[in-house]
């Protein structure tokens, strides 16, 4: 589903001394399919934003537009039930939401709730207890006797079993050790890739943005401070970081080898051994120019 | 030669009879002023030797000497003098209302005299670059700031040994660097024994000697650039190779020659730097 977010502005205790804009004029937009990061520090607008993309909150002024739905300060869709079928959230650690006695009977409750027949949710979670890599065995089990990590894969299963379209997850590697971290981020890739899902990453994490998405948006106080692909967005290094932000390691290895050898190889999203290459051309001046 | 100050003699240890070995005849020994790095991914024992290594816990079998002490339940209220431990999660060690009256706790179980505690928080603080915090509540503190107040708690018991355990897996990179600048200092400054439990790789860049562990046992024991050779094996047991590694591995295959494995990107474009001005 394309979404899209027209001069949306979400302005909190309005009328009150408290009154603040946590989202600021804000308009982008998500081709259906696509991989987008969302990038910035908190109280940058993310967590608004999100809650935006499946009717939790309307917005004060502008609009936003998610498949056929319309979402606006007016008008709500009549559907809000459909739409959340569609767009599924995984929340900052989502496996404090588990609440059931078996794994099998929490990923069954999203479904239930949309009115799915037994049938049908007892197929899907054999599907989404796969796709989240744990084994079927698991099913009868108290989700409590779980693993950290484990537990966290319940509860994305429990979101994948609505069978989303759009797909958003808010920080979902937070709190796991780096093989954890790349074993989510992995999942959530194939699972774009094989169910053509939208996907939204919010992150902190400039190499996840890098290495998963296809799109960046980056958020500063509520406003878009700056949007495009990898190599558009982390070319202006400068300009992140008056932000306080961060770029991917490799770009900073580029520009301190511009400022140490004296010549540019400029970023694209390379592959290490391109990269390689393009260092021993410029090493051993093979360069073409000289 | 160095004095010894923590030795591993054939431990092995298990939860309870029915689970597996958690370690598995484990030697090994660390010196005074030593800085130590042990690294292995979750579940490769890393952690169970430090809750050893103050007497948390207790091996099945075999010893394990502190300064020359055997760690047993009548020592380990000596032993927790010479151990001071920095754990994952910062929030979970707190307990003052001020960051001073959290740094004066271990320092007031341990009975010393008023007037040294204000010395020893002062001096403390200010190691840690903290002193301007010295009122703060604590949880209105960054991360990275709460993990040098809970490494400045632990100073003021002076101990011989520090040990970090998972200590800046919460914290941003940035912080990371930070505080690990701030202990290998400390570290020097004071002859301190340093023993940091990670599963980063990029943090055991400073340490003298690295402890990997996989499955219960010592899978390598060397120095970090030794360590970062070894890139498809690290890989194998589940840790994540640094960025700077793996282009060295890159370059080697473009026939680029290094002279020695580059554990920082500073080394690997001082070696570039070196390649490019010859031709």
Aim: aromatic residues 6%.
């Amino acid at each position: 589903m394309d979404i899209t977010f027209k001069n949306v502005t979400y302005i909190y205790q309005r009328n009150s001394p408290f009154e603040h804009k946590a989202v600021d004029g804000l308009s982008f937009h998500i081709p259906s399919g696509s991989f987008v990061a969302i990038i910035g520090h908190t109280g940058s607008g993310k967590s608004t934003l999100i809650q935006h993309l499946n009717g939790l909150t309307a917005p004060s002024e502008g609009e936003v537009h998610i498949g056929d739905f319309k979402l606006t300060n007016e008008e709500k869709p009549k559907n809000m039930k459909e739409l959340r079928s569609r767009v599924g959230v995984v929340f900052q650690y989502p496996e404090h939401q588990l609440f059931e006695e078996t794994i099998a009977k929490d990923i069954a409750f999203g479904p239930e709730n949309f009115g799915v027949d037994q049938k049908e949710i007892e197929r899907r979670t054999k599907e989404v207890i796969r796709q989240v890599h744990l084994p079927e065995e698991l099913l009868d089990r108290s989700p409590f006797d779980l693993s950290g990590g484990q537990k966290r894969r319940v509860a994305i299963a429990g979101v994948l079993a609505i069978q989303p379209e759009v797909l958003v997850l808010d920080e979902p590697t937070a709190g796991l050790d780096p093989r954890g971290q790349k074993e989510i981020m992995d999942m959530f890739y194939e699972l774009h890739q094989q169910e053509g899902l939208t996907t939204i990453l919010v992150t902190h994490s400039m190499e996840d943005a890098l290495k998963y998405a296809d799109h960046i948006l980056i958020l500063n106080k509520g406003k878009k401070f700056m949007e495009g692909t990898a190599v558009d967005v982390f070319s202006q290094r400068e300009a992140l970081q008056s932000v306080q932000l961060d770029v991917p390691e490799v770009v900073e290895f580029l520009i301190k080898f511009e400022k140490k050898i004296g010549k540019q190889i400029p970023f694209h999203n390379q592959s290490m051994k391109e990269l390689a290459e393009e260092i021993r051309q410029v090493v051993k001046g093979v360069d073409e120019h000289e | 030669m160095r004095r010894e100050l923590i030795e591993f003699r054939n431990v092995s240890f298990r939860y309870d009879e029915q689970s597996p070995w958690v370690l598995k005849d484990l030697s090994f020994t660390i010196y005074e002023g030593e800085f130590v790095a042990i690294i292995g991914h979750n579940g490769s024992g890393k952690s169970t030797i430090a809750k050893l290594v103050n007497g948390l816990l207790f091996p099945q079998e075999g010893e394990i000497l502190i300064n020359g002490i055997i760690v047993n339940e009548e020592t380990i209220w000596d032993i927790r003098r010479e151990v001071g431990m920095v754990f994952q999660n910062p929030d979970n060690q707190f307990v003052g209302a001020t960051v001073q009256d959290d740094v004066a706790f271990g320092m007031e179980n341990r009975g010393i005299p008023r007037e040294e505690m204000v010395k020893r928080i002062e001096e403390t603080l200010q190691a840690v670059q903290m002193s301007d915090y010295r009122l703060t509540e604590p949880h209105r503190l960054s991360g990275g700031q709460k993990q040098r107040v809970a490494i400045a708690s632990v100073l003021a018991i002076s101990p011989k040994v520090l040990i970090l355990d998972e200590a800046t897996a919460m914290l941003d990179p940035k912080g990371r660097k930070e505080i690990m600048g701030t202990v290998s200092e400390l570290s020097e400054q004071r002859g301190l024994s340093l023993i940091t439990i990670t599963h980063d790789l990029a943090e055991v860049v400073q340490a003298e000697r690295v402890i990997v562990m996989n499955q219960g046992e010592i899978w390598e024991e060397a120095t970090p650039r030794e360590i970062f050779s070894k890139r498809n094996e690290l890989r194998d047991i589940g840790l994540d190779v640094p960025f700077v590694a793996i282009l060295a591995e890159g370059l080697k295959q473009v026939d680029l020659k290094l002279t020695k494995e580059p554990l920082n990107q500073e080394e690997l474009l001082e070696e570039l730097w070196i390649l490019h001005s010859k031709t």
